[in-house]
């Protein structure tokens, strides 16, 4: 399970066991990741890319779709609760 925690401005991304959690030079944005997922009908998953500083939404309209989220939205996601899979 990831935790994503604001703390003192900072974003904490705390992906498990083997160390510290990473520190994220990043402001959550949940007004752009409300905007870039309200035409969507079901939010699958989510592929953090943290080298990139993007995020890929699985989803579905009709059909899957992949949308590119940048950083900000997607770490919004992540702390909604979308399930994550995280890149470094």
């Known amino acids: ?19 510290d ?32 500083g993007t995020g890929d939404l699985f989803a579905s309209t009709r059909r899957p779709v992949r949308v590119r989220l940048p950083l900000a939205a997607a770490l919004a996601l992540v702390e909604d609760g979308v399930p994550t899979l995280v890149t470094a």
């Open 21 to 52: 959690p990473l520190v994220v030079a990043v402001r959550l944005d949940h007004h752009l990741a409300r905007r870039l997922t309200a035409r969507l009908w079901r939010v699958h998953w989510l592929r953090l890319d943290l080298e990139q």
């Open 1 to 19: 399970m990831i935790g994503v925690v604001v703390h003192d401005g900072q974003v904490l991304l705390d992906v498990g066991p083997p160390g």
